[in-house]
């Protein structure tokens, strides 16, 4: 049975930095393209970045672009999202999705999320 | 790019049937099959109700279904029952791998 749990969220302060984490079971991440999608409170969904299957390519949103890195761990069958330079438009749930294949940009499975908040 | 277009909100009675729209452009939804239909409830994670505009994963009920013309994708619910009450939202490639998401539509039922 596919299970994805995010953790790393909580409250930083506007310039500093926090790691996700996305601990996937069930399944093998190096067999699926990984993504972080976010939703600002009472707002829609916007997807931040993805990780091919492959683990080499990488893309990201326009919004976080330069700021936020995506990587896997596949011995630990884990995915992370860095984030620097964080900025109050980056208060969110963080959700960690699998995609359908290699690179499909559709999500079959998704994580309960994970609540960052950038104030000072 | 900007994100794809939906009404803010739409209602049926239980049984009836209600429409989403999705609009894009030529270069999102007009262009590739990757668009996606999510249901999401409050304080739930999104799940997957259509993939590849028509495509219903295992154990989503047929009475959600997807189609699109041009620019635009539907999302359909038919015989609809007081648990579709929801957040939908439709996401589609938008070229140089980027994913475009749909502002999201509140379907009330009456």
């Known amino acids: 049975q596919v299970q994805i749990v995010e953790s790393g969220g909580g409250v930083v302060q506007p310039g500093r930095s926090l790691r996700l984490s996305c601990a996937a079971s069930g399944f093998t991440i190096s067999t699926h393209g990984m993504h972080w999608v976010r939703q600002a409170p009472g707002k829609g969904l916007e997807w931040v970045a993805g990780l091919w299957a492959d683990g080499i390519n990488k893309n990201y949103g326009n919004s976080v672009k330069g700021r936020f890195t995506i990587s896997r761990d596949t011995s630990k069958n884990t995915v992370s999202l860095q984030m620097n330079s964080l900025r109050a438009e980056d208060t969110a749930v963080y959700y960690c999705?699998?995609?359908?294949?290699?690179?499909?940009?559709?999500?079959?499975?998704w994580g309960q999320g994970t609540l960052v908040t950038v104030s000072s | 790019q900007s994100a794809l277009t939906q009404p803010p909100s739409a209602s049926g009675s239980p049984g009836q049937s209600v429409t989403i729209s999705c609009t894009g452009t030529?270069?999102?939804?007009?262009?590739?099959?990757?668009v996606s239909w999510y249901q999401q409830h409050p304080g739930k994670a999104p799940k997957l109700l259509i993939s590849e505009v028509n495509k219903r994963p295992s154990g989503v009920p047929d009475r959600f279904s997807g189609s699109k013309s041009g620019n635009t994708a539907s999302l359909t619910v038919s015989g609809l029952r007081a648990e579709d009450e929801a957040d939908y939202y439709c996401s589609s490639y938008g070229g140089s791998n980027n994913l475009l998401f749909g502002g999201g539509t509140k379907l009330t039922v009456l």
């Open positions: 999705a699998r995609d359908l294949g290699f690179w499909e940009l559709q999500f079959d499975d």
């Open positions: 030529s270069s999102d939804v007009g262009t590739y099959n990757s």
